[in-house]
């Protein structure tokens, strides 16, 4: 298994402003991603990101929005830019354990709340 | 949007009870997946059936597959107050990295 931690927890942002989310894992790991859940709502994939490479956006989601950097196999970032109210959500960051190969179960870090007025 | 459905959207029922939640989804699958979501939190995973399976059992949790309705079920026997949050469903894609899509969820509460 994984430990995963995010930061911030939650945050209150004002519209135009930029936040960048952090994901740790406790463990090197090869893929990760990135998830929003709207209030309410399900889990949408925004992207997936892998270490040495260029993230992989969903359909929907694009590089200049959503920034992704991904420096090392424990870590990597999301900023969501220029925000607007329709970007309150939770962020969600998770990873496929290493050394699986074929289904594989993902684990989720605890969540970023955003809030934008 | 390959987003599956589930059923029913809330669930409310005494302790000790059974509880039983629906998924349909839409396209092939590798395998499906439950989670659990307490509060808007991080998703614990639950179970992964693979979609030559038709069942599969841990704990007090029994899951079902029938790939050729496309759809799936969760039944969670003797329910606990604790097992109080939303359960969603997950379809691992038969794409190279095997992505998920989540179902819309279902909402849980279970009543001492």
């Known amino acids: 298994s994984a430990v995963i931690s995010q930061k911030p927890s939650r945050d209150i942002c004002q519209r135009g402003t930029s936040l960048t989310i952090q994901c740790q894992v406790d463990?090197?790991?090869?893929?990760m991603f990135w998830y929003r859940q709207q209030p309410g709502q399900s889990l949408t994939l925004i992207a997936t990101?892998?270490?040495?490479?260029?993230?992989?956006?969903e359909s929907g989601f694009v590089i200049d929005k959503f920034p992704i950097s991904r420096p090392n196999l424990t870590f990597s970032t999301l900023t969501v830019s220029n925000m607007s109210p329709e970007d309150s959500s939770i962020y969600l960051c998770?990873?496929?354990?290493?050394?699986?190969?074929?289904?594989?179960?993902?684990?989720f870090g605890p969540g970023t709340r955003l809030t934008v007025t | 949007s390959q987003q599956g459905e589930e059923d029913p959207q809330a669930l409310s029922i005494q302790e000790g009870e059974n509880a039983t939640m629906n998924c349909s989804y839409k396209?092939?699958?590798?395998?499906l997946q439950w989670y659990r979501q307490n509060s808007g939190r991080g998703l614990v995973h639950l179970i992964l059936?693979?979609?030559?399976?038709r069942e599969k059992h841990s704990g007090r949790l029994r899951v079902t597959l029938d790939t050729s309705k496309k759809s799936s079920s969760l039944l969670i026997t003797a329910s606990r107050a604790a097992d109080t949050a939303s359960y969603f469903c997950?379809?691992?894609?038969?794409?190279?990295?095997?992505?998920?899509?989540f179902g819309t969820g279902t909402r849980l509460l279970v009543s001492p």
């Open positions: 998770s990873v496929r354990p290493s050394g699986t190969s074929g289904a594989y179960e993902q684990y």
């Open positions: 463990s090197q790991v090869t893929m």
């Open positions: 990101a892998n270490q040495g490479s260029e993230a992989t956006y």
């Open positions: 396209t092939s699958i590798n395998n």
């Open positions: 059936i693979r979609s030559n399976e």
């Open positions: 997950a379809t691992g894609q038969n794409t190279g990295f095997q992505k998920l899509v």
